[in-house]
């Protein structure tokens, strides 16, 4: 009989194992995360204004390197580089033990950020590569779902470690990471390579969107000069553009973690045990309902829809939280829970909508490079967030929460012409957002197969035919 377990998964042994993998490497990180307050300020010897600027310093060094990354992955490949990443990730886990100060602590914080960079992106960028365009917000999904649970397993374990109080113990902690995540990458290795890009040779552009290049000698020429291009992630504005918009509307997480928590203690009556509540219901809803919300979209007219939806569940978020100002007791306990499960809504909705874009409007042979400037465009959409909307909410009461939604609509209506740009972007190089050309099907994984009362294992998920 299945377990529980096993229902809630898809039939998919693809993203079956992609999901085991995901609960792996997110419990992994969230053991350590969960702890390293404490492990930076009681092991390492740092004050907290230390913490504050080693942290500061290396998403600096991410942010300036991950385009540079990005197209690293690209010339070894995503799944090597999500391999190597990880296999990097666990090395500098374990190298915290060497860490005594300021300095060494930087020398080991800087480049592990790099290799989870590193990885992420070759992950990201492999999930693209390997599932066909119609699975893969799909995929994405259950893999966001899995990464919550392994967060949360992560956190609990962490919470163990925190309680028992025992100094040695938590030196143990970024062993133990490490130890894990070399089998996460142990797990990816045995993943199959995503089918390649075959390389594109653009048709003559026609129409208004056709360039001094049209015309039949010109394609191969226009093709051979865009791949030599080192740049041209960064040259397509209207992706840039694209990103930094996704990282506005990405914003929920800073009132999920940062303002709607500060509202609740400061400008509202309700008991600050109620955290505990939002925090348990965010989890809930972004495991279960994550694939749910992600059912259906495929295309950019289907991520725009996801991205609206998301919007609209901001916005009604903005209003709820900001009347309970004026309210008490149990209406203000209530309209703060429904507050947060609005905001958790334009989580799981936006989630997918960008999940959707990004894969249907970045160029196919330059997955990696794309996903370097995914994460420098949504930095730039999301590092004013804390300190601006903070300032706004807690000055301005109600009406800086109408600004805060007002940033918020201004960022979901200009979406939609930034990506109808992508889509001439793309046209203009002979390519169709989520070109049917790129990949073919990847490989079907075997099922066990059943010999009298037992089974044969299964085969390794990696395909040696590369």
Not at 129 to 145: C, D, G, N, S
Not at 185 to 207: K, Q, S
Not at 215 to 240: E, K, S, Y
Not at 391 to 405: D, K, Q, Y
């Amino acid at each position: 009989m299945p377990s529980p377990l096993s229902r809630l998964l898809p039939d998919d042994r693809l993203i079956r194992a992609m999901s085991y993998q995901s609960v792996l490497s997110a419990f992994a990180e969230g053991v350590f995360i969960t702890g390293e307050a404490v492990y930076f300020t009681q092991v390492v010897g740092l004050s907290p204004a230390q913490v504050g600027l080693m942290l500061t310093l290396s998403l600096a060094a991410a942010f300036l390197f991950s385009v540079p990354l990005g197209r690293l992955a690209d010339r070894l490949g995503t799944r090597r580089s999500w391999i190597h990443g990880s296999l990097l990730q666990a090395v500098f886990f374990a190298s915290w033990f060497l860490a005594s100060g300021f300095a060494t602590a930087l020398a080991v914080l800087i480049p592990l950020v790099l290799a989870e960079t590193w990885a992420r992106t070759g992950r990201n960028a492999y999930r693209v590569q390997i599932f066909p365009r119609e699975k893969r917000v799909h995929a994405t999904a259950y893999l966001r779902a899995a990464r919550n649970v392994g967060y949360t397993l992560g956190a609990a374990a962490g919470a163990v470690a925190l309680a028992l109080d025992n100094l040695t113990l938590i030196h143990a902690v970024p062993l133990f990471t490490a130890a894990v995540l070399l089998s996460n990458a142990y797990w990816i290795a045995r993943l199959p390579e995503p089918p390649r890009a075959a390389p594109v040779t653009p048709a003559a552009p026609t129409g208004p969107d056709a360039g001094p290049a049209a015309g039949p000698a010109a394609g191969p020429v226009a093709g051979a000069a865009r791949r030599r291009d080192p740049r041209a992630a960064l040259r397509n504005r209207a992706f840039v553009l694209l990103t930094f918009l996704n990282g506005v509307l990405h914003t929920h997480q800073v009132l999920l973690t940062t303002v709607i928590p500060l509202w609740l203690v400061t400008e509202t009556d309700a008991p600050k045990v109620v955290l505990a509540w939002l925090y348990g219901t965010n989890t809930l809803m972004a495991v279960a309902l994550q694939v749910a919300a992600a059912r259906g979209v495929a295309t950019v007219a289907d991520s725009l829809r996801a991205q609206r939806r998301g919007a609209v569940c901001f916005l009604a978020s903005c209003a709820i939280i900001a009347v309970t100002h004026e309210t008490a007791g149990w209406v203000t306990v209530l309209l703060m829970w429904v507050g947060h499960v609005t905001v958790t809504g334009a989580e799981i909705y936006q989630s997918a909508g960008e999940w959707g874009l990004v894969a249907e409007l970045a160029d196919p042979e330059r997955r990696g490079e794309y996903e370097g400037v995914v994460n420098l465009g949504s930095n730039l959409g999301t590092v004013w967030a804390p300190a601006a909307y903070t300032f706004l909410a807690m000055s301005w009461g109600p009406a800086g929460w109408a600004v805060i939604a007002a940033v918020i609509l201004t960022a979901a209506v200009a979406l939609h012409p930034a990506a109808r740009a992508c889509e001439r972007h793309l046209r203009r190089h002979g390519l169709t957002p989520g070109d049917p050309r790129e990949l073919p099907e990847p490989p079907e994984l075997p099922e066990p197969r059943t010999a009298g009362k037992g089974t044969v294992p299964e085969p390794s998920l990696h395909d040696h035919t590369g």
